[in-house]
């Protein structure tokens, strides 16, 4: 193989796993607390199509969660279908239209989600630092003179944090009746290498998962 093919290969996938490291790590950092519960008329029942649908307003970060939530569920071996791909924004769709939608297109599971607030501060941490300076004067006669100078500053390292509540309900789409409904709390540092709101979505989104999952909800 040409070297220089080689060398750019190398480099290629070292890029590739700096990436995936980052990618772990920012995850890592992604606190989160979820609450779930189960509809007791609908405890241990089992879900294998999934269409996965986001409130929000905005249509840019509807489809990212809708996206992120998708792949996630993919990973996990689950079938899933963005929202928006079925109920499509170009109007306003009524309560009955879903149900009959999903039902058209053989979802027997439809998750919604929703941001329920988010806040965004920042925390100031100040920081001390010391610099040290030794000088020598050389005399022609007797001994050298050291002097040594000490300076102190204080510099503040402001951290920026994310603090979102978001809500999962899934609705049985045969009685169109909420089947389950998990909370979830995150924390994040998002001015740090690799954190964003993609990031904090992928961790939300496993958390659901793995509650679904505990709750005998996925087959």
Same mark, same amino acid.
């Given at each position: ?22 990618? !772990? /790590? ?17 405890? %241990? ?9 986001? !409130?929000?307003? %905005? ?5 990212? /969660? ?57 925390? !100031? ?47 049985? !789409? ?46």
């Amino acid at each position: 193989m040409n070297t220089n093919i080689l060398s750019k290969l190398l480099s290629k996938y070292k890029n590739l796993a700096l990436l995936v490291l980052l990618a !772990v /790590i920012a995850t890592s950092c992604v606190s989160i607390e979820t609450t779930s519960y189960s509809d007791p008329d609908f405890t %241990n029942k089992k879900y294998s199509k999934f269409c996965v649908y986001s !409130v929000e307003q %905005n249509l840019n970060k509807r489809a990212l /969660i809708e996206r992120v939530f998708v792949e996630e569920f993919k990973e996990a071996g689950i079938y899933a279908v963005e929202g928006s791909n079925i109920f499509p924004p170009t109007r306003t769709w009524e309560e009955g239209e879903f149900q009959s939608q999903l039902m058209k297109n053989g979802f027997d599971g439809f998750i919604k989600i929703e941001i329920m607030d988010e806040v965004v501060n920042e925390r !100031v941490i100040p920081q001390v630092h010391t610099n040290t300076e030794t000088t020598t004067t050389k005399k022609k006669n007797g001994k050298d003179a050291t002097v040594t100078n000490t300076n102190t500053y204080v510099t503040n390292d402001i951290d920026v944090y994310m603090n979102n509540q978001f809500q999962a309900d899934l609705v049985d !789409v045969a009685t169109n009746k909420v089947a389950w409904k998990g909370y979830s709390s995150t924390s994040a540092q998002i001015n740090m290498v690799g954190m964003d709101i993609e990031t904090i979505i992928e961790k939300f989104a496993e958390d659901v998962i793995e509650e679904m999952q505990a709750k005998g909800h996925i087959k």
